[in-house]
């Protein structure tokens, strides 16, 4: 029995494909939201064809096809106009229309599976990292891909100064070659931790980043999801700190009971092309009183948070119950992005700092393109739809 693997976000349209392949033959079906899971599956079962989405497809072919090199590939798109990009099209066996999944798809498969599955051009037979890899750092690329990461972590990556020298997780080259760069921009001397958000090629919303340093001169990222928290992060980069260096004949650099680390947050630059800088009120409401020292300390990390993202704040209170801001966004940062900045910013930089795992903030926010603060009145209506929610 043929096994097909259905990599898709979208529960229902899953449902649905898991429903048109029943009909269509008599497979073994699993499926999985994440590429992370999918991962997970295929390095338990060979699979015979995969169905992937088209967003974030390079990271998703090359996480795949490193665990099983003649996995088929289907790529499923919203609409028949849609076309998959260059690089990619002599790296999958069929482009599958949303629209279309009930139509003809025992034929469909027919054909998939009657075409070969390249393998990779000469040259290029190397995983990620392997050409990048230095004397003395030959284990790092297999210690690297045997590491079973929590689900919101995407990629583990090991650098020295702008050098990727091995990655593993679902990036790309190219993706795990940007984020390489960023760190290497934005480290400095000194730091125990650093935290930051980037938009990569192909992702669609920002990504965390957890950097610290491993021996001598080496520098390890995590990858993940922005809703990760600091305590996982911590207690993973330790634990990999520790074998990276063992791997390397060194000690790990940071010992996971060390001293709160120094942070940053910052967020990459503006998208490019866009519009004036605009400026935003928002407030935000905390899960419990907080304290005078903590008050002090979240003051100091927004103030830095601006500064490091070329934003201007304009006002700043941060009181018991909630805090309060108005500030000037670079062109092309929506109020989104500013809440999600200066919000989740905030409560990494107290995790982070002051080795605090309780979360700072209750959900939601409220955002206003405007100059001025929000008055009393306002910010009264607010509180009590905070209680009321």
């Not at 100059?371 to 306002?378: C, T, V, W």
Request: charged share 20%; hydrophobic share 45%.
């Amino acid at each position: 029995m043929k096994q097909i693997l259905i990599v898709e976000p979208d529960e229902q349209f899953a449902g649905h494909l898991f429903q048109a392949l029943l009909s269509a033959g008599d497979f073994q079906i699993s499926s999985a939201p994440t590429v992370r899971q999918a991962c997970l599956i295929v390095g338990r079962q060979k699979q015979d064809l995969a169905f992937v989405p088209l967003e974030g497809l390079g990271g998703t072919i090359e996480a795949l096809r490193r665990l099983q090199p003649d996995l088929p590939l289907v790529v499923t798109v919203a609409r028949t106009e849609i076309t998959v990009p260059a690089p990619y099209e002599d790296q999958i066996q069929g482009v599958l229309p949303r629209p279309a999944v009930a139509l003809g798809l025992d034929r469909f498969l027919e054909d998939v599976w009657k075409q070969v599955v390249p393998g990779r051009p000469a040259g290029e037979n190397k995983r990620p990292g392997e050409g990048l890899v230095g004397t003395g750092n030959g284990a790092l690329l297999p210690l690297l891909q045997g590491t079973a990461l929590p689900e919101t972590m995407l990629a583990i990556l090991v650098s020295q100064g702008a050098d990727l020298l091995a990655h593993a997780g679902t990036l790309s080259d190219e993706q795990a070659g940007r984020v390489a760069e960023r760190v290497n921009q934005t480290w400095e001397p000194g730091l125990t931790a650093q935290v930051q958000f980037v938009l990569l090629p192909s992702r669609s919303s920002d990504l965390q980043l957890y950097t610290r340093p491993v021996g001598k001169g080496l520098l390890l990222t995590l990858v993940a999801q922005p809703e990760t928290r600091m305590e996982a992060f911590r207690a993973q980069a330790a634990l990999l700190a520790r074998q990276v260096a063992e791997a390397r004949g060194e000690k790990a650099g940071m010992d996971a009971g060390a001293a709160a680390p120094a942070a940053t947050v910052t967020v990459e630059g503006p998208f490019p092309g866009a519009g004036v800088a605009k400026k935003y009120a928002l407030v935000w409401r905390a899960l419990g009183p907080l304290s005078a020292p903590l008050r002090i300390a979240l003051r100091r990390g927004l103030e830095r948070i601006a500064a490091d993202n070329d934003c201007e704040l304009h006002y700043l209170t941060v009181g018991e119950k909630l805090v309060h801001l108005v500030v000037q966004c670079p062109p092309g940062r929506s109020s989104a992005w500013a809440a999600h900045l200066f919000k989740r910013g905030a409560e990494t930089i107290i995790q982070t700092e002051f080795a605090v795992k309780k979360e700072l903030w209750e959900r939601g926010y409220y955002a206003a393109e405007r100059a001025e603060p929000l008055s009393e009145r306002e910010l009264d209506l607010f509180l009590n739809r905070s209680r009321e929610g």
